[in-house]
């Protein structure tokens, strides 16, 4: 009994130095990835992710349009993201997202949804609308749950295979 309890505790001691570790190379990529990345974009944002890894958000913007990017820490930066929205401004009040792009169920798309909406509010912009298109309709449903999800309303006609998304920030 008391052997299994010491042998339990050398077992966190050596999960807490394995966690650290990974924690210290993430921390130390960040710091390298913002410096190469601040080199051509904008960066946003540091955040986590669902499984506490460390990301760097990032931006491209003209004066129309923009894609809101995000690289995750546990790899060098060479120049690609791991996930974008690619949205525009259709007015002074409205965002509307063009495309989602990257890697699905690692909670990037949610991140970069969460900073989405923090720079259109920063910005005074009310609503961000989407539309679904037929190339969606193969994972309708899971668009729809992340939308709802993110408190867009989202309406969607399967039999012409179209939808609409609308975020109104009141």
């Not at 909670?107 to 970069?112: A, D, E, P, Q």
């Not at 899971?142 to 867009?152: A, D, Q």
Request: hydrophobic share 35%; charged share 35%; with cysteine.
């Amino acid at each position: 009994m008391v052997y299994t309890a010491f042998l339990e505790k050398e077992k966190d001691k050596e999960e807490l130095k394995q966690e650290l570790d990974t924690l210290e190379i993430q921390l130390f990529r960040m710091q390298n990835n913002i410096k190469e990345i601040a080199k051509r974009s904008e960066v946003i944002s540091i955040d986590q992710t669902k499984d506490d890894n460390w990301t760097v958000i990032f931006a491209d913007k003209d004066s129309k349009t923009f894609q809101l990017m995000l690289h995750d820490c546990r790899k060098p930066f060479r120049g690609n993201w791991d996930s974008a929205i690619q949205a525009e401004y259709k007015d002074e009040n409205t965002l509307h997202i063009a495309d989602i792009k990257g890697e699905q169920n690692k909670g990037y798309g949610s991140l970069l949804m969460k900073h989405l909406k923090e720079l259109a509010r920063q910005e005074n912009v009310q609503y961000i609308t989407g539309d679904l298109v037929k190339r969606d309709f193969d994972h309708v449903e899971r668009l729809k749950h992340f939308y709802t999800k993110h408190y867009f309303d989202v309406k969607i006609d399967h039999v012409n295979q179209y939808g609409e998304i609308i975020w109104n920030d009141e």
